[in-house]
């Protein structure tokens, strides 16, 4: 048994492609607005199943599909209000007046501003899944299951500080602004699993399951530092090498 499909998906209207650049105080470095825009997902299945012996009892199938996730329309409330709410950092503030003998209002103003900006080629992360499995009728009513899974998502939104100084003591890339926290397309993590499963239907007033998963998933979710990000590649917070399941009910 083949079966095949093609999703086609077009998200517009998140991506800041229709903000006018007059409505900040100052232009923003690195936005082009015009330049942003959606752009068509083309997601193929395939699933393939086959009775091994034609007898019904051990089947053998694989797939592959490739999904997208959506990208949230908050992502960019960041960029929408950037500049039209001051935030300072203030380094090795003075005490107790942290603002230098100026007012408050003086000091916020001629500060360089922290702003948040999203990456002009920023998209929809694409996720391709594909899994191999075998299963096998022991019985009338109870059969093993064995799959091994592969999935990896690669251009995940992630933000990070694209002004910060190469060393602590060195001038930031663009001193006349402060933190520049940037959305960027440069997120992944990739899944792997081993998935066993015995089964037993409902029959005789009682059923069980008896399941088994053996994973691994790492990711770079998270960048602490936009020039050594080899640093924040590791297990995600969602690893779970070993998950054993057990369950069942009996019909009174």
Not at 76 to 98: A, C, F, K, M, W
Not at 110 to 138: C, E, H, W
Request: proline content about 7%.
């Amino acid at each position: 048994t083949f079966n095949l499909g093609l999703r086609v998906d077009y998200q517009t209207l998140a991506w800041d492609e229709n903000v006018d650049p007059g409505r900040y105080p100052r232009k923003l470095p690195y936005v082009d607005f015009a330049s942003r825009g959606g752009h068509p997902l083309w997601q193929p299945r395939l699933g393939v199943a086959w009775d091994v012996l034609k007898t019904g009892k051990s089947v053998a199938r694989a797939g592959y599909g490739t999904a997208y996730q959506v990208f949230f329309n908050g992502n960019q409330g960041n960029e929408l209000v950037t500049l039209l709410q001051n935030s300072v950092n203030i380094t090795n503030p003075s005490y107790p007046d942290p603002f230098g003998g100026r007012d408050p209002v003086t000091f916020v103003s001629t500060a360089p501003p922290n702003i948040s900006i999203m990456y002009n080629d920023i998209r929809n992360a694409p996720v391709k899944t594909s899994s191999v499995g075998f299963s096998q009728q022991l019985m009338a009513d109870t059969a093993i299951n064995i799959d091994a899974l592969h999935q990896v998502t690669t251009r995940l939104p992630t933000s990070y500080n694209i002004n910060q100084p190469v060393t602590p003591t060195a001038v930031r890339p663009l001193p006349e602004w402060g933190q520049i926290t940037y959305l960027d397309t440069i997120g992944w993590y990739k899944y792997n699993a081993l998935l066993m499963r015995l089964e037993k239907r409902l029959s005789n007033h009682y059923q069980y399951q008896v399941a088994y998963t053996l994973s691994t998933q790492n990711t770079n979710f998270g960048i602490t530092d936009a020039y050594v990000r080899t640093q924040d590649e590791g297990p995600s917070s969602s690893d779970r090498r070993h998950a054993l399941v057990v369950s069942g009910a009996l019909q009174l």
